[in-house]
């Protein structure tokens, strides 16, 4: 007579909400990253986070949830680069400039914002105002020679680069026969003059 071993199944793992949401964004952020945001379907998400569907539901209430948490988390994450760049010196703004560019560039975020301007849910992004408001508080209340509003629109001047870089930059560049990345050049070359002369001012 033979005896049946219970086949042994893997323990699920609990995880706290903060960690189950992480593990689902970071599961979105893949797809978005390999695939696009067109790409972005509840079960797909759900099975590359090993997770089940109501498990996406309950902490997003549907994908269209999970698109803008998830360019949120990629907001907070450049944030947390670009305001480690002005905690240095003046001229280490580049560096949050060039990690902006990156971002828009390599991690598909230029193309979600995109889409969820173009779906109407673009207004919903209100962690970039909350993450000026810190850039400015970490830049401003180091030096009160820097102008609030000169601030918001350096931001606003990078930002707006940085997605129509990221966007259109290689495919542009080349239809007008210059190499991929000139388009980035341009822009960066313009920010950094942008830099030079409030350093320069800085120092008068």
């Not at 005896?3 to 593990?23: D, G, K, L, Y």
């Amino acid at each position: 007579m033979s005896i049946e071993v219970p086949q042994s199944r893997t323990p699920r793992v609990r995880r706290s909400p903060e960690a189950a949401r992480e593990n689902i964004l970071a599961a979105a952020e893949v797809i978005l990253v390999e695939q696009g945001p067109q790409a972005l379907k509840l079960a797909d998400v759900a099975k590359a986070a090993g997770v089940v569907h109501a498990n996406v539901i309950h902490h997003f209430g549907s994908i269209g949830g999970v698109e803008p948490a998830l360019m949120e988390r990629m907001i907070r994450q450049l944030a947390d680069k670009v305001i480690a760049g002005l905690q240095q010196d003046q001229a280490q703004i580049g560096m949050g400039a060039q990690a902006l560019f990156d971002a828009f560039e390599a991690k598909g975020t230029a193309r979600l914002a995109a889409w969820l301007e173009m779906t109407g849910e673009g207004r919903r992004m209100t962690l970039v105002r909350d993450v000026v408001d810190e850039i400015i508080e970490t830049r401003v209340a180091r030096d009160v020679r820097i102008d609030r509003d000169g601030v918001v629109d350096f931001i606003l001047l990078n930002i707006i680069l940085a997605v129509g870089v990221g966007l259109f930059g290689p495919t542009l560049s080349e239809l007008l026969g210059r190499p991929s990345g000139r388009a980035r050049e341009l822009a960066q070359a313009l920010i950094q003059e942008r830099i030079d002369q409030a350093v320069a001012a800085a120092r008068s």
